[in-house]
C-alpha cells in the first residue's frame, strides 16, 4: 500500500499469541505411503514459534521479485510446528512384509549428541524436529464490503523464497520435496503455498536414517539410483519423508478457518474502494517488516489502512513505531492530517457543509463564510480551523473560530477556542451481561448507528434541526451511561471554551430583555444540547449564554461523532482482539503513552504487571449523595510511569483475578491495603479498600487531566 494514513503494527510475540490457538496440539493418524513403502504415520503438532523473516536458527529468510531482486518478505508468514511423540511405521517395503525384529538401539557417534543412544524398534521410523508452514498474509474480502487480513491454507502462487545452507554439518538441516538447495551455498523454495519444510538437527537425522526401518529406505534409494552415496541416498530419504508429511499435513490444514481461509481479524472492516469521503476505509492491507533495536533484531506485523483520499506530502507515518517504543508489543499511528480531515468531516455532516467549502489543501480550513443552522436560527459561521499544536513532546488539537448572527433582537459576532489534549480517558465500551447497569443500554454501534441516521435524515428534510439536536442530547447522554474503559480521548484542557461574545440588544430586543432573562433566554434560541439554569441571568450574560450554548453544541457534536469512542479504538479492537475495547490490548494490557504531534499519534501498550498500587482517583458526582470513581491510577512500577485504569476495567480485572490492586502506601495514610470489589445494596460493583471505610478510595488525589502529572500521596 502506497502511503497508509493508518498503521497498526503488532509484536511478533503478540501474533505469536494470539495464533497459538489454531494448532491445539491434536495427534491424529494418516497414511503415507511413498515409493516402495506403505506406511502409517502418527503426528502431534503444537505451535511452537511464529516468525516472518529470521526463523528460530537466526537464518535469515528473503524472497526474490519478479525482476530477480532479492528482498526481505513482504508478507511472509511461518508457523513452526514441533513434533512430539510421533513415528511413521512401516508396514512393507517394496510389497514385501517387514520380519519381526528386536529393536536397535542407536548411538550418535560425533556432534554435540554424541553419545547418546535410542532405542528404536525396527518397524518404526522416530519423528523429531519441527515442520514449518510458509504461507502468505493477504487481505480477503469475506463479503461485499467487509475484509479481513487472513492465511489462505489452499494451493496458490507465491514469490520464490531463499534462505543460507547451515553453517556445519551439525546444525538444523532443511528437508522437503521443493527444497532446492544451490551451489552458491543458499537455499530455494519455488513450489506454491503453502510451502511445509521439515527442519532436523544431526542427531535426529541419524537417528531416522539409522533406524533398521530407516537403513532399508535408504538401501531402497540406493538400489533405484545407482552409485548413489550413502550421504546423498539419506538427505533423499529424509526429503521424501519430509514430502509424504507435507501430504499429510495439508488436508488438515484446507479443514483450518472457512474452506481452508484462517481470519487472524476477528472482526472484519468496512472497506470500500470507491468511497469519495475521508471516513472510509478505502484499501487493508497487512505486511511484515524487522527492526533493530540494541543489536537485537525485532520483527512486526503491519495492519495497512488507507481512509484519506490523498496523504499530503510529509505526513508519512514511520517504518516501525515499535522501534520507538522496543519494550511495548502493540502500537497505532494515525497521522495528524487523517485527525484533522476527520475533525472537518463532522463539521461538514453536522452543518450540511461540501468539501468545496474547506480549503482543498488544509486538512481542516473553512474556505469562507458560510450559513449553518444551530437550535432552529440561523448563524453565520465566519470562520472554523482545527490544527495539531506541538507543545513540547505532545501536542494540543486545537479547534477554534467566530460564529455571528444578526436579529431583529441581537446580532453578537461571538469567537471561540477550544482545546483538546490526547491522553488516557474513559471511553465508551459495549457493555457485557455482568456490566449491564439497565436493560435498556444501547451498544456504541447502535448509538453511532442513530446518529449517522439523523443525520442523514436531516439533509434529506426529514428531521427538523431542533429534531436533529435533540437526538444529538439523547446519543450524547446515551453514551455517558455506557460502562467505561480507558482509551487514548482528546479531552478539553482547560474543560471550558474560551468564548469571547460581542453581542448587542436591538431596540426589539431590549424591549424582550425588560420581560425577564428567562423569556430572553427563550427568545435566543438555545440549542437543545444546552441545559441551563436561567434564574437571574441579564441580557448581556444572555449573549454569553447563547454563545457558549453554540460552542458547546460544536463540541457535543465532535464528541459523540468521533471523541467520544477515542481515537483508533475501534480500528485496534476490529484489528486485533474482539473482547471489550480496551480491556485487552494486549491481551491484559494498559495504554501508557501518548505521543501526539503534527505527525502523527502514537498508542502503545503494555502487558499488565501482577499488583498495580492505586495512588489516585477520578470521581464524578452522581444521584444522592454517591460519589462515584471513573478512573483509578498510580505510577508504574518499573519506570514510574502514570497509569490509568477505568472503574469498570478495574472491576473486572480484580474480579477476575488477573491483577491485584493495593493501595499507595503514603497516600491518605494507606498503608498498602488491597482493594477488592464490594457489592452495594442495590447490587451495583464497585471497588473498596479491604477493612477500611467505604470512601477511602474517594479521599485519594486527585487525578489531573491529560498532560499532567498524576499526583499521588507519596
Known sequence: MQRPDTIIEIHRERVQDQTVEMFGGDKYTESVDGTGYSATA???????????????????????????????????????????DSKITIDSVTCVPLASLPPATITIPDGPSAGESREI????????????????????????????????????????????????QFSPQLFGAHVDR???????????????????????????????????????????????????ARIRVLDSLAAQISDAVRPKLAEMGDDGVMDLMPTPLD???????????????AVVQRFDIDGTTHESMVIQLQTL????????????????????????????????????????????????????????????????????????LEKLDADVVPRSADGRLVVDGTVSAETTLYDFNATFKVTYEMGLDDIPRDPSGHETKRADLESVESLEMALSAAGDRKRAGALSDQEYEAEVK????????????????????????????????????????AAGAAAMIGLLALPVTWV???????????????????????????????FGVGIGSRQVKQSLNDRPEGTSLPPIGIPVDVDFNRQRLAVYFRPLPAKLWVGSVDTAEHEGDRTDIRLVGGRWPTDGHPWKLSNDDALLYVDSGELQ????????????APISVATAPDGQHYLQVENEDSDKLQRLPHIDRPGDEIHTGS
Not at 526463523?55 to 525482476?67: P, S
Not at 470500500?272 to 492491507?285: A, F, G, H, I, R
Not at 468545496?356 to 469562507?368: E, N, R
Not at 434564574?535 to 453554540?550: D, E, R, T, Y
Open 271 to 285: 472497506v470500500d474502494p470507491q468511497s469519495q469521503d475521508d471516513q472510509t476505509v478505502k484499501e487493508l492491507d
Open 474 to 513: 439523547r446519543v450524547h447522554d446515551r453514551f455517558e451511561e455506557l460502562p467505561k474503559t480507558v482509551g487514548v480521548r482528546p479531552t478539553q484542557n482547560p474543560p471550558e471554551a474560551e468564548v469571547n461574545p460581542d453581542f448587542h440588544l436591538t431596540v426589539a430586543g431590549k424591549v424582550a430583555a
Open 661 to 672: 490492586l493495593l493501595l499507595e502506601p503514603d497516600s491518605v495514610s494507606g498503608d498498602g
Open 121 to 168: 524398534p525396527y518397524n518404526e521410523i522416530p519423528l523429531f524436529g519441527r515442520l514449518t508452514i510458509h504461507d502468505q498474509l493477504e487481505p480477503k474480502e469475506i463479503e461485499r464490503g467487509k475484509q479481513t487480513v487472513a492465511l489462505d491454507f489452499n494451493e496458490q502462487d507465491a514469490p520464490t523464497l531463499l534462505t543460507s545452507l547451515p553453517d556445519d
Open 309 to 380: 483520499r490523498e496523504l499530503p506530502s510529509g505526513e508519512e507515518l514511520p517504518t516501525s513505531i515499535l522501534a520507538e517504543k522496543p519494550t511495548e508489543k502493540t502500537g497505532l499511528a494515525v497521522t495528524g492530517w487523517s485527525i484533522l480531515r476527520q475533525v472537518r468531516d463532522t463539521v461538514m455532516k453536522t452543518f450540511d457543509l461540501d468539501e468545496s467549502d474547506f480549503d482543498a489543501d488544509v486538512p481542516c480550513l473553512l474556505a469562507g463564510p458560510k450559513t449553518i443552522n444551530i437550535g432552529g436560527q440561523e448563524r453565520r
Open 42 to 84: 502418527t503426528l502431534d503438532l503444537t505451535l511452537d514459534r511464529v516468525w516472518f523473516i529470521f526463523d528460530a536458527q537466526q537464518r535469515l529468510w528473503q524472497e526474490m521479485t519478479e525482476a530477480g531482486e532479492i528482498q526481505d518478505p513482504l508478507r511472509h508468514f511461518a508457523i513452526d510446528l514441533v513434533i512430539f
Open 182 to 232: 544451490r551451489p552458491d551455498g543458499s537455499i530455494a523454495f519455488c513450489a506454491p503455498d503453502p510451502r511445509i519444510v521439515w527442519e532436523l538437527d544431526y542427531a535426529e537425522a541419524y537417528w531416522i536414517t539409522h533406524s533398521i526401518a530407516g537403513e532399508l529406505l535408504v538401501n531402497a534409494e540406493k538400489l533405484q539410483h545407482l552409485g548413489l552415496s550413502d550421504d546423498v
Open 532 to 562: 441551563a439554569g436561567a434564574a437571574g441571568v441579564g441580557a448581556a450574560g444572555g449573549g454569553g449564554l447563547l454563545a457558549l450554548a453554540i460552542v458547546q453544541y460544536f463540541t457535543t457534536v465532535l464528541t459523540i461523532d468521533w
